[in-house]
Each structure stands twice: as C-alpha cells, then as structure tokens.
C-alpha cells in the first residue's frame, strides 16, 4: 500500500473547509498557497536520531504528532505525517534513517497497542511512503516510548533490519522492510498482548557493531536491549542473529534497558532505569560495556534521584 504523505496533499485536503471561510475562492488558483499550520499541541518526543552518513539529517519522533526531518537550510522541522489518513500513524514507536542511502528512512508507527502496527518506508526522506502492516502491535504513546532505537537497520546490508516489539520478541526483515518474520533463536518470545493494564516495554533497542561485518555482507554483532524487568538486560549474537546469549552483569536484575550506542572501537554506552518511563522512574544510571571483553563499567554522572534516557557519541572524539 502507498501512502503519500506531502505537503500539497495535506492542503488540498483542507481546501473544502477554507472555501467556506472564503466565498468565491478557488482551491485551483494558483494564487492560493497552502502550507502546514503550527498547532503546537505538546506532547513527548521520545526521540531524535540522526543519519550516519549524511550530516545535519536528522529525525525526530513523537507519541502522537508524527515524524520530523529537520530541514538544516532553513534550521526547522518538517512534518512527515500529517497527511496520512491513519490516526495510528501519528505515534511514532520509532524511526530508523538508512545508514547506506541518505533517502532512505523507516518509521514503526501505531499509537497504542489497540492500533494496527505497521513500518512504514520512505525513499524521499519522508515525503512520501509505503507501508507494511504488521502482525505485532506498537505503543507509540505509550508507557517505555522513550526507548530506543527499536529500529535497525544493518550498516553492512541495509536490506536486513531489526525490529525489538513490545509483545512479540524479536522481529526481522531481509527485504528492506517489506516482510516480516520472528527471530525464532532469539530467547525471550515475548508476553504476548494483553488486553488491559500496564503495557509491556518488551525489547528497548537493537544495535549493530559496524565493524563486525563488512559492506553487503551484514553486520555478525547485534545487540539487544530487554525492557522487561526481571531478567538480563542485554542480549548479543555473534552470528548474525543465529543464535544469542546474555550479557551478564551491567545494571541491576529488575531495571530496565533504555538506550545504546556503541563506537567504532566495540565499545557499548547504555542506559538503564529502575521503571520504564517516562513515568515511575525512581533510578537510573549509564554503563560501558567492552564488546570484545564483555567486561562493564558503571559511569553513572553524579545526579539527584531520577533516570536517564538519551545518550549519543560524537563520531570524530572516541570515548567521548
């Protein structure tokens, strides 16, 4: 299914209601320009993300306005959204710029786990997009919206991409997000979709070591962050996702896993809390995970009570 989603689209969808307001105008006349309207209506955005190869291209996500390329020339955010006729697609779980082609973007969208889930595609930055409908549900407006990225998309085959769900464990797409399957190795199933109550946080993010593969080849490091307490936090594979084990140690049992970046030198930055986010959380801290020794160490910042979510490294100061 196609979705355009454009800035023309959008006004003409409103040029009905205008005409009202506006005897004897036409939608036509090349006179009339029609641009989006800054409501400003609030609300979270959990993330931004920038693209790896292209700078100043950035992404951000909201739980419930859609997404945003920020537009570096005239230094401001351009809405990705507005004109699809979905309401689910205004909660943005996720979003994953392609890190081979800059046009490339992904967004994993669904407002709330009663929504339709679906990945959506873009080969125009977002100006217009395609759209897979998926089996496994997102909670973009959720409780756990903060994590991140859930998303991936594989720096040695961008046709391979990682999707950590709320309820259904660990997804995976070798078409460039045209299909979908379970990654039947991978540990933890998933709690299912529950009907009421509090949502499940499921797995908070995928990350790839870019140096463990080589380009058209994929990537054979992957690691996975757990948001559900109880259990190891973080998950790896060293062969391309064929089978997985858990990282032992890190944050404490009980805490949940929020977000992860890791450098070029194998070296893992992550976030955890004590509760999901962004309500409850009563803790929270960062560790450094050596991938090559599996060794941890806790470099929480000196801080009053509370989390920590975002964290991101700078390409050209390693350790930084």
């Known amino acids: 299914m196609d979705i355009r989603i454009t800035r023309r689209g959008f006004g003409l969808s409103v040029a009905g209601t205008a005409l009202l307001a506006a005897v004897g105008a036409r939608a036509e006349d090349p006179a009339y320009l029609w641009r989006n309207v800054k409501v400003g209506a609030g609300g979270f955005i959990p993330g931004v993300v920038f693209s790896p190869i292209e700078r100043g291209l950035a992404y951000a996500r909201s739980d419930m306005g859609g997404a945003y390329r920020f537009d570096a020339g005239q230094a401001r955010w351009i ?37 339709p889930g679906a990945i959506l595609r873009s080969e125009d930055r977002g100006t217009t997009w395609r759209r897979t409908d998926t089996a496994f549900r997102m909670g973009g407006n959720e409780d756990g919206r903060g994590m991140g990225e859930r998303l991936a998309v594989d720096p040695n085959d961008n046709r391979i991409l990682y ?25 933890l199933p998933g709690l299912g979709l529950q009907e009421s109550g509090p949502t499940h946080p499921g797995l908070a993010f995928v990350v ?20 559900d307490p109880g259990g190891a936090l973080l998950y790896r594979s060293d062969d ?21 970046v890791i450098d070029n030198r ?23 995970l050596d991938t090559k020794t599996n060794q941890w160490r806790d470099i929480t910042p000196d801080r009053p009570l509370g989390g920590f979510m975002g964290i991101a490294l700078p390409k050209d100061q390693p350790g930084t």
């Open 79 to 115: 809405p990705l959204n507005d004109a699809s006729p979905i309401s689910g697609d205004f909660g943005v779980e996720s979003i994953a710029p392609d890190p081979v082609d800059p046009n490339v973007v992904y967004a994993a969208v669904g407002v709330h786990r009663r929504d």
């Open 163 to 187: 999707f950590g769900s709320r309820h259904d464990g660990l997804q995976r797409s070798t078409d460039a997000g045209a299909t979908w399957a379970k990654v039947g190795s991978f540990p």
């Open 208 to 227: 790839f070591d870019l140096a463990s593969g080589a380009p058209g080849q994929g990537s054979r490091s992957i690691f996975v962050g757990v948001g």
């Open 240 to 260: 391309a996702g064929a089978s997985w084990r858990a990282v032992e140690g890190g944050p404490p049992v009980g805490w949940s896993a929020a977000k992860a």
């Open 266 to 288: 194998g070296v893992l930055y992550m976030t955890a809390n004590l509760g999901v986010g962004p309500n409850g959380v009563t803790d929270g801290g960062v560790w450094r």
